[in-house]
T-cell receptor
Framework: ETGVTQTPRHLVMGMTNKKSLKCEQH?????MYWYKQSAKKPLELMFV???????ENNSVPSRFSPECPNSSHLFLHLHTLQPEDSALYLC??????????????FGPGTRLLVL | DQQVKQNSPSLSVQEGRISILNCDYT??????FLWYKKYPAEGPTFLIS?????DKNEDGRFTVFLNKSAKHLSLHIVPSQPGDSAVYFC????????????FGSGTQLTVLP
């Protein structure tokens, strides 16, 4: 595997379900990110982890819970979501500590539908 | 309020011609700018970047121009090819509170054969 991978690629869940999104980067990077992309809107930054520590939390509701067990893996735990949380969830990584003049590399995303 | 704006949601260009995609920003702290390309069902792919110390960066058919005084950047694709049809996102980052990437809403480019 190369680059940034995400599983699952598609997910349908009810509002009472609990599910998790997984991201893995094979680039040796130190920073990882979760973004949300809703239709016709810019990518919205949710969380940033640098060297396994959360360094940014962009006012995301607590029904989204990130976890970064090591610098290669990032999870997004989902519980009691709302239909308006339906979106494309993108994971990204970058070489250094997150932010500044760095290029981020994205995974293919998980398309989430909340019923 | 959006700090990075792509005012054209779509653009159609004939194959072989030049495609020009535009992006405006409002935050003076931005000093690094990127363009990403996104195909359906895939994540954004990095295309080209430019630092604020430059006004032009070229990579093959892709050139990015930066006009700091106007807070405007553009991506030129010459010649355009049907495979370039995708959504193009402009993004910017800087220092302090602007250190994370801020994205525009994207422009759908369609290159007609």
């Amino acid at each position: 595997e190369t680059g940034v991978t995400q599983t699952p690629r598609h997910l349908v869940m009810g509002m009472t379900n609990k599910k998790s999104l997984k991201c893995e980067q094979h680039l040796g990077h130190n920073a990882m990110y979760w973004y949300k992309q809703s239709a016709k809107k810019p990518l919205e930054l949710m969380f940033v982890y640098s060297l396994e520590e959360r360094v940014e939390n962009n006012s995301v509701p607590s029904r989204f819970s990130p976890e970064c067990p090591n610098s290669s893996h990032l999870f997004l735990h989902l519980h009691t979501l709302q239909p308006e949380d339906s979106a494309l969830y993108l994971c990204a990584s970058s070489p250094s500590s997150g932010g500044g003049q760095e290029t981020q590399y994205f995974g293919p995303g998980t398309r989430l539908l909340v019923l | 309020d959006q700090q990075v704006k792509q005012n054209s949601p779509s653009l159609s260009v004939q194959e072989g011609r030049i495609s020009i995609l535009n992006c405006d920003y409002t935050n003076s702290m931005f000093d690094y700018f990127l363009w990403y390309k996104k195909y359906p069902a895939e994540g954004p792919t990095f295309l080209i970047s430019i630092s604020s110390i430059k006004d032009k960066n070229e990579d093959g058919r892709f050139t990015v121009f930066l006009n700091k005084s106007a807070k405007h950047l553009s991506l030129h694709i010459v010649p355009s090819q049907p495979g370039d049809s995708a959504v193009y996102f402009c993004a910017a980052s800087g220092t302090g509170s602007a250190r994370q990437l801020t994205f525009g809403s994207g422009t759908q480019l369609t290159v007609l054969p």
